[in-house]
């Protein structure tokens, strides 16, 4: 089949790069020149795991193209998918801005020739897809056309399994057309078994929200229990195991840390809050585990000044960790953007090691100090603080880094090490939801 997929960001390249792997014919469109302009270089602005691999293999077999414009490409397509962002509105009132959205809606219409099924990827509000149909339609009173509903799921970081192998695959249609057009697209996976959601447009809509706020839900839930956890010297990775084992509830997602981050929940809790008010509607959980998650992240900041001895201020702390999650560098509302701007506030140094988001935190976060290194970074330094999990963090020389730091105070915001181990080599250990030791 013939696809054309607007906006080539995180979902958009690997939906496109993934489609092609299926064995479709894709051409990715994006109005960022300079991100075609790499991606014809066969250089991936982004880092995701294997995308490069993927992306090269589909471009040499030529079933993957790059474009600034919508022709070629859309005229073409039997499916066009829009996978523009759908960032927070600026106004700052939880809205999802949804002005990317409906400007690809605008500019892909004239192209549309024969029937096309215009797919909504991004993340939108119940109610987007009518406004789009009804967006392409003054655009092209001629045009020939549905639009649907197919929300991703992808993790970043692990993109390609995802896309690849999905729990499932949600579609929201009003026209049996529509829906074995989409099928045709995602026939492979129909090969492997996977589930498919055939349901109503605004049900697809909703359902992606739903998902993403249920899941900062058992964040927010986990990490109140951590904090309990502390006060009664109690574990929370063993209440997470004793509750996760059970299969009613699950293991995923029972991590306590630093709080939620990244390019979704913030935005899809806020924006799941905006649905609901718009309805007259009170959706009290989802406005808890935002409060929870904004508290939890100060709490952070309290926990490092505490572990300083009080204060911060002229101290030099390590950060070990930006992204707001291993294996990629998006620093999206990553939790490292509040706590270590509090702690700049206070009046410390910072000395920072991220293995893939340095350059993008040099932007937003320019007085702290860039290291090689993780040792690096811990040279000379009062405390260190983890603050993602990435892999070279999990085995890190321990004793490299107590000889590198000033006072060996080590806080670790992913429970990545284990408080015995860390008191028998020296350090002061403090985690989130374990008893602080040494
Ligand atoms: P992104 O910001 O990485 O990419 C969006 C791209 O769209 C950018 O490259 C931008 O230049 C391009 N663009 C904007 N307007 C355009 C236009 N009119 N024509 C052509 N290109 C245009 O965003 P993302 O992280 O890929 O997210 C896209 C959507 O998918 C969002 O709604 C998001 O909520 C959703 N989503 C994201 C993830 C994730 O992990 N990032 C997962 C699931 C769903």
Known sequence: MRIAVIGTGYVGL?????????????????????KIARLEQREIPIYEPGLDVLVKKNLEANRLVFSTGYSPGVPEAEVVFIAVGTPASRRGDGYADLSFVYDAARQLAPFLSDYTVVVNKSTVPVGTARQVARIMSEANPTATFDVASNPEFLREGAAINDFMHPDRVVIGVDSTRAEEVLKAVYRPLYLIETPFVITSIETAELTKYAANAFLATKISFINEVANICEEIGADVQDVAKGMGLDGRIGKKFLHAGPGYGGSCFPKDTHALLRIAQENGVTCRIVEAVVEVNAAQKARMARKIRKALGGDEGGKTIAVLGLAFKPETDDLRDAPALTIL???????????????????????????VKYCSSPYEAC???????????????????????????????????????????????????????????G
């Open 14 to 34: 690997v939906s496109g790069a993934c489609f092609a792997e299926f064995g479709h014919e894709v051409t990715c469109i994006d109005n960022d020149e300079a």
């Open 341 to 367: 701007s509090t702690l700049l506030e206070h009046g410390a140094r910072l000395r920072a090691h991220d293995p893939q988001a340095m350059p993008e935190a040099a932007k937003v976060l320019p007085g």
């Open 379 to 437: 040279e000379g330094a009062d405390a260190v603080v983890l603050l993602t999990e990435w892999n070279e963090y999990r085995a890190l020389d321990l004793m490299r880094i107590k000889q590198s730091l000033k006072q060996p105070i080590f806080i670790d915001l992913r429970n990545v090490y284990r408080p015995k181990a860390m008191a028998q080599l020296g350090f002061a250990y403090h985690s989130v939801g374990r008893v602080k030791v």
